[in-house]
């Protein structure tokens, strides 16, 4: 069975909960192991943020591609909603047209009349043209905030975010921060699917505040960064193991092939049988001479 059709046919159990005097739905898990898309779909259906098809409550279980369809129809709506607040726009009211009234020379009773309200007329337009001018349309602002920022860019990888789905059903990898808090992680792209989900992600890999000695070597490192500080110690551990038994091999050796010698100079086995041959007739010599 290949890893597409394992998928397909892969499901979980819905269960029937009260939370907080309220009926909820939550998934349960089908085997033992790490599970951020269950995690994530379990904080949404306590929150009330989303719900399971009924075809799917009725059944008792739900597909895993229908949890991924839940989600990722989650994200682009909070995705389009951070993306309309990013930018806020201001309209204005329109300037009011000027008026223009003609006024006739000859003048009859109704001409008279005519003439009072052109005359009120061109008061009113007179005003109007006294009265300081309106302010013009100011141009869309843009949000600048950071906020906006992490919005429009999920946005612009709503596509990448959306294809890690699927995988987030075997784990996520994590990289938390000792003492940077219960929040404190790196930035990875499976984390911008929770941010855009709308579900916090905590750890509670922290270390005691009190410990000063412990923090002051951890500092701000990650737990990756932590690993390979202990990879390079270990490392750095059998070095120096060898390096001293080099010095120790060379000592010994040394040791060896300059043993202690006697007062007497060295010389070859030669040199040696004949100086003894020439003290024994030396010695002869001597005897014959008594």
């Not at 607040?85 to 204005?92: F, G, I, K, L, P």
């Not at 349309?137 to 294809?163: F, G, I």
């Not at 992600?201 to 390979?228: F, M």
């Not at 010994?252 to 010698?261: K, L, M, N, R």
Request: hydrophobic letters at 35%; a negative charge; glycine letters at 6%.
């Amino acid at each position: 069975m290949t890893e597409a059709n394992a998928d397909a046919k892969e499901s979980h159990r819905i269960k029937s909960i009260s939370f907080l005097s309220s009926p909820r739905h939550i998934l349960l898990q089908n085997k033992n192991g790490p599970c951020p898309l269950l995690a994530a779909a379990n904080a949404l259906l306590l929150r009330g943020v989303i719900t399971l098809p009924g075809r799917c409550i009725s059944a008792g279980q739900i597909s895993i591609d229908d949890v991924v369809n839940i989600l990722a129809e989650r994200t682009v709506a909070k995705t389009g909603q951070h993306a309309a607040s990013a930018t806020a726009t201001t309209v204005s009211d329109p300037v009011p047209p000027t008026t223009t009234v003609a006024v006739s020379e000859n003048k009859t009773d109704n001409d008279e009349k005519n003439e009072s309200s052109s005359s009120e007329a061109e008061a009113d337009a007179e005003a109007e043209a006294s009265a300081p001018p309106s302010p013009s349309p100011l141009p869309p602002q843009k949000d600048s905030s950071p906020r906006a920022s992490a919005a429009l860019h999920a946005q612009h990888h709503l596509h990448e975010v959306l294809s890690l789905f699927p995988s987030l059903q075997y784990g996520m990898d994590v990289n938390p921060k000792f003492t940077s808090g219960p929040t404190g992680v790196e930035f990875t792209t499976s984390m911008t699917c929770f941010d855009l989900l709308g579900v916090e992600l905590v750890h509670g890999w922290l270390l005691d505040p009190q410990d000063v000695e412990t923090a002051s070597v951890i500092g701000d490192k990650t737990y990756n960064e932590l690993v390979e500080l202990v990879i390079k110690g270990n490392d750095a551990g059998d070095e120096v193991d060898k390096l001293g038994k080099m010095i120790a091999a060379k000592e010994a050796g040394a040791e060896i092939a300059v043993p202690v010698s006697d007062s007497r100079p060295h010389q070859p086995p030669e040199a040696a049988e004949g100086a003894e041959d020439d003290q024994q007739q030396q010695e002869e010599k001597e005897e014959e001479k008594k």
